[in-house]
């Protein structure tokens, strides 16, 4: 640990352990925003996949409405999660990844394991809600 505090970067070896937790998350991100999707585009039609009576009351179509606008919030989250980790990918081609953009320190592996695309550390992040708070 006291090592780690002196090192300026991670090591390609560090990043590639850091590219392969990414590539699994990125890879069940976007099976679930493919999901999202069709949830979402799905029209209502009466076809082989809908599993849906043909006929519909109104409060079924407010809850349907209601269903794919979750779905919609869900999939924009789920769309940013995807960029957030893609852009991880590019740090780590730079070899940027896991330093703070605010305090310029390493992020701690532990961090980096649990928010693969942290870009601050605890510290660093508490200075960003300081000064948002202003």
């Known amino acids: 640990m006291a090592e780690e505090m002196n090192k300026t970067r991670y090591s390609d ?17 976007r099976g679930e925003y493919d999901t999202l ?18 006929f519909k009351t109104v409060e079924d179509d407010g809850a349907m409405q209601l269903s794919k606008e979750e779905a919609s ?39 980096l394991r649990l928010v693969p695309h942290a870009t601050t550390t605890v510290e660093g992040k508490a200075i960003l809600e300081k000064r948002g708070k202003r």
């Open 13 to 29: 070896e560090e990043l590639e352990e850091f590219r392969g937790i990414i590539n699994g998350m990125l890879e069940k991100a």
């Open 37 to 54: 999707r069709k949830i979402i585009m799905h029209n209502g039609t009466n076809d082989i996949e809908d599993t849906t009576p043909s």
């Open 73 to 111: 919030q869900l999939a924009q989250r789920q769309y940013k999660f995807i960029q957030n980790l893609e852009n991880a990918l590019i740090r780590i081609e730079n070899k940027t990844y896991g330093i703070c953009r605010v305090t310029g320190k390493l992020i701690p592996k532990e961090r």
